[in-house]
């Protein structure tokens, strides 16, 4: 093996060192991830927040699942830092274990803020189709969003869930008055929710402006039946429509006092004309509201506060499903501001407002014709 010409032995074998510690780090993370989606799609974590403390077969038990199994998941998160055991020398079938009080939002509590167990969903399916990915990167081929199959579409519907039913009407839409004013208090005023997803947005803005109609549309059918369902169970089949329409059809046009698209725009191979399309929805009074990722203005080697996760998903997911129809843009996950104000341009509006909306995940941007 040759040595760096730059570096000395010692530092040489320092920075090796450090990196196979980085990715044995990086390992343990990736098991703990995958631990949590074992405890959250097998109800462990719910379980155990309703116990207090179990033993294996307690939780067993609770869940109606192999004892040897629970067994070996209570151990693997004790050890990964997620779970509490009272005593590690009792028997194996004595041991009682606990979700700490600070993880049970996070682990159990699908509407705080603070939920991020469908995270192990969503790296499930993101890796769904990995054989077809490497091809991809062979081929410049895309993949179709339905490929990822029912774990991506139902763990980005659940991580986004509490955000569009607490935040979004509440929080978001009030930075822009005008906006609020008119969705608050005119008779008949309208939303399109482009992307709309498994409806939570759509739910979301129904549930916090009474008079308001929502129209949302999206090309993945299992997303507008999930939507459908979910609109029926929160009782608002009468003011909210879920469409797998293309929202170009002319009748649409003009129709909307806002129209929004969340943490959809960058997967667009057309985004430009998808923004032209929200622009011609919109007419000339209507307002148009975009979120996507809160990624550095520009590539950083260091990865900033999120673009090392928001690549992540991209190389998996987001710049695949981007370059499904050519000829595609190939966004990727992180779309930085100028990319999104180049293609607004483009796409005919004047300018682009970014919000006043603090968010770690998420910026905002307001663009007018």
């Not at 403390?53 to 939780?59: F, K, Q, V």
């Not at 929004?260 to 032209?276: I, K, N, Q, W, Y």
């Amino acid at each position: 093996m040759s040595l760096s010409p730059t570096l000395p032995v010692d530092r040489y074998r320092a920075r090796r060192e450090a990196f196979q510690a980085k990715l044995l780090e990086s390992l343990g993370g990736a098991f703990r991830l995958l631990g949590v989606y074992l405890g959250d799609q097998l109800g462990y974590y719910e379980a155990l927040a309703a116990a207090g403390a179990l033993t294996s077969a307690g939780l067993a038990d609770a869940t109606q699942t192999h004892e040897r199994y629970a067994r070996e998941w209570l151990e693997q998160q004790t050890t990964a830092g997620v779970l509490e055991v009272d005593d590690e020398n009792r028997p194996a079938a004595e041991r009682r274990y606990s979700l700490p009080e600070a993880h049970r939002a996070v682990l159990a509590d699908p509407d705080s803020l603070d939920f991020m167990a469908p995270l192990g969903q969503l790296l499930a399916g993101a890796s769904k189709p990995l054989p077809r990915l490497l091809e991809a990167y062979r081929t410049g081929a895309g993949i179709p969003f339905e490929a990822y199959g029912e774990e991506l579409r139902t763990g980005q519907s659940r991580i986004n869930r509490a955000m569009f039913l607490q935040q979004l009407g509440q929080e978001w839409i009030p930075t822009m008055p005008d906006v609020l004013a008119r969705l608050a208090s005119a008779p008949g005023a309208r939303v399109a929710d482009i992307g709309c997803g498994c409806g939570w947005s759509a739910i979301g803005v129904a549930q916090c402006f009474p008079q308001v109609q929502v129209d949302g549309f999206d090309f993945d059918a299992p997303s507008v039946a999930d939507a459908r369902r979910n609109v029926a169970a929160h009782g608002l089949e009468d003011r909210v429509r879920t469409l797998q329409a293309d929202a170009g059809d002319p009748s649409f046009e003009g129709r909307y006092d806002l129209v929004m698209a969340l943490e959809c725009v960058h997967d667009m191979g057309d985004p430009v004309g998808a923004l032209r399309t929200m622009r011609r929805l919109a007419g000339p009074d209507g307002a148009v509201l975009i979120a996507d990722e809160c990624v550095a203005e520009k590539f950083r080697a260091d990865g900033g506060d999120v673009d090392w996760m928001m690549y992540g998903w991209s190389m998996l997911h987001c710049l695949p499903v981007g370059l499904v129809d050519p000829p595609a843009k190939g966004t990727g996950t992180c779309m930085r501001p100028d990319t999104l104000r180049e293609y607004a341009l483009e796409a005919g509006f004047d300018s682009v407002e970014i919000l006043p909306i603090e968010s770690l995940f998420f910026r905002f941007y307001r663009l007018r014709a």
